[in-house]
T-cell receptor
Framework: KQEVTQIPAALSVPEGENLVLNCSFTDSAIYNLQWFRQDPGKGLTSLLLIQSSQREQTSGRLNASLDKSSGRSTLYIAASQPGDSATYLCATHYGGSQGNLIFGKGTKLSVKP | DTEVTQTPKHLVMGMTNKKSLKCEQHMGHRAMYWYKQKAKKPPELMFVYSYEKLSINESVPSRFSPECPNSSLLNLHLHALQPEDSALYLC???????????????FGPGTRLLVL
């Protein structure tokens, strides 16, 4: 059974710092990995999706990497801003059936002004 | 329109009530999903509809009854819920063209449900 782990559970950084969020998964037989952002009490916003054949994806200040063989992904946020404060969730799309998205518990990020 | 909308935003109901959650998308997506998210936990998949047919039911109790009346609309009918069913209910959609393969899922803002 696929398990997704995110470390750290919480992270507090000063504004302007570059930071890395980690995600690991136990079964490398994934179709893709998706990073989401969730603000308190809100839905999920898709940030980046990396297909299993890809190594990384970039969007603005965000860069996500995927090492399928080692079961790891990282989300790099450059020049962090207070508006980046949120919970970041990674999820693997796993298995042969549609919709089988397995989530990690998330990393709660706080960027201090 | 790249938005998934959900109504209502908040819902309080008693254990004997019957209520419904509604989800709508106009992106032409043919796969729609219901997730349940408890406080400080990740979302958990409940149901998947593909081309208006139920394709996955993750052993959800029968007091939750999904319905997909057309390709743009997904409902979740609630009856005789328990207090432990209180959670954020999230709807998502994806293109639905890649059978068995991953697609970007687009999430709505959720309905926060409180069962008294």
């Amino acid at each position: 059974k696929q398990e997704v782990t995110q470390i750290p559970a919480a992270l507090s950084v000063p504004e302007g710092e570059n930071l890395v969020l980690n995600c690991s998964f136990t079964d490398s037989a994934i179709y893709n990995l998706q990073w989401f952002r969730q603000d308190p009490g809100k839905g999920l916003t898709s940030l980046l999706l990396i297909q299993s054949s890809q190594r990384e994806q970039t969007s603005g200040r965000l860069n996500a990497s995927l090492d399928k063989s080692s079961g790891r992904s990282t989300l790099y946020i450059a020049a962090s801003q207070p508006g980046d404060s949120a919970t970041y969730l990674c999820a693997t799309h796993y298995g042969g059936s549609q919709g089988n998205l397995i989530f990690g518990k998330g990393t709660k990020l706080s960027v201090k002004p | 329109d790249t938005e998934v909308t959900q109504t209502p935003k908040h819902l309080v109901m008693g254990m004997t009530n019957k209520k419904s959650l509604k989800c709508e998308q106009h992106m032409g997506h043919r796969a729609m999903y219901w997730y349940k998210q408890k406080a400080k936990k990740p979302p958990e998949l409940m149901f998947v509809y593909s081309y208006e047919k139920l394709s996955i039911n993750e052993s959800v109790p029968s007091r939750f009854s999904p319905e997909c009346p057309n390709s743009s609309l997904l409902n979740l009918h609630l009856h005789a819920l328990q207090p432990e069913d209180s959670a954020l209910y999230l709807c998502a959609s994806s293109q639905g063209h890649l059978a068995g393969a991953g697609e970007t899922q687009y999430f709505g803002p959720g309905t926060r449900l409180l069962v008294l």
